[in-house]
Every structure is written in C-alpha cells, then in structure tokens.
C-alpha cells in the first residue's frame, strides 16, 4: 500500500506547482486538467484549464495536487509536509526556498535527533517541517 496526499489549492494550483517545481529535488510527474479528463457536458464553464491532479516528486516521495471541485478557499489544517533530507545545507536551502513569501515559525536548529530542524508556513500557508539527518 502506497499512501499519497492530495492538497488541494482551489484556484491557483498551476501557482503552486510552479513554485514548489522550483525547489531542489522537486520533479513535475504529470498535470490533468479538468478538459482533458472529464465529459465535456460534465465541466462547469470556466474549469476546462483548472487541475484535477497533478503530481510532484519530492525526492523518493509524491504528493498530489489539484484545483479541488469547488470554489471553497484553501485550508491547510491538521496537517504538516515534512521532508529529511542528507545534510544541513539541504536543509536549510529547502527551508529558504520555502520560507520565500511565508513565514518561518521556528528558525532552522540542531535537534536531539536531527542535525537541523525548521518548521515554516508556506506562502500558500501550508505547514512545512524541514529536517537534516546529518
């Protein structure tokens, strides 16, 4: 069993995707826009360029990512991305990279068990816990 997120950005998905493209070892899988997947009698005029998934690799891991269904704003609670990386420098080039437009909550620091950690919002106000195992 293979356990893969979905966060949805209604409305401003391709943003997103654009940035967090934009982070080291971040690899674009694939993008399904609502016009290419669903019946056209099916689609709400306006939504044929909107995602219904889209999919990024973050190292070994994927997320999924998609406008959503409906116009409801985006709430990113109850829930943290976290990614390990080898080494302080990725770490703290991933926590920058992120941090850009966001706000950081807890500034990166060595932890009992990880070299570095930093927590942080996004821009998108997704929460983030950065860490290094070495």
């Given at each position: 069993?293979?356990?893969?997120?979905?966060?949805?950005?209604?409305?401003?998905c391709d943003e997103a995707i654009a940035f967090y493209q934009?982070?080291?070892?971040?690899?674009?899988?694939?993008?399904?826009?609502?016009?290419?997947?669903i019946d056209p009698s099916q689609i709400q005029p306006g939504t044929e360029q909107k995602i219904l998934r889209a999919a990024l690799r973050f190292g070994?891991?994927?997320?999924?990512?998609?406008?959503g269904h409906g116009?409801?704003?985006?709430?990113?609670?109850?829930?943290?991305?976290?990614v390990t990386l080898p080494s302080v420098a990725q770490a703290e080039r991933v926590i920058a990279a992120?941090?850009?437009?966001?706000?950081?909550?807890l500034p990166p620091r060595p932890t009992g068990w990880a070299g570095t950690l930093g927590v942080l919002l996004d821009r998108f106000g997704v929460h983030w816990t950065v860490e290094a195992t070495g």
């Open positions: 069993m293979q356990l893969i997120p979905t966060v949805y950005f209604p409305g401003f934009s982070l080291p070892g971040c690899e674009l899988l694939f993008v399904r826009r609502i016009g290419d997947c070994p891991s994927v997320v999924y990512m998609s406008d116009a409801a704003a985006a709430s990113f609670q109850g829930f943290s991305l976290s992120l941090a850009d437009g966001g706000k950081v909550l």
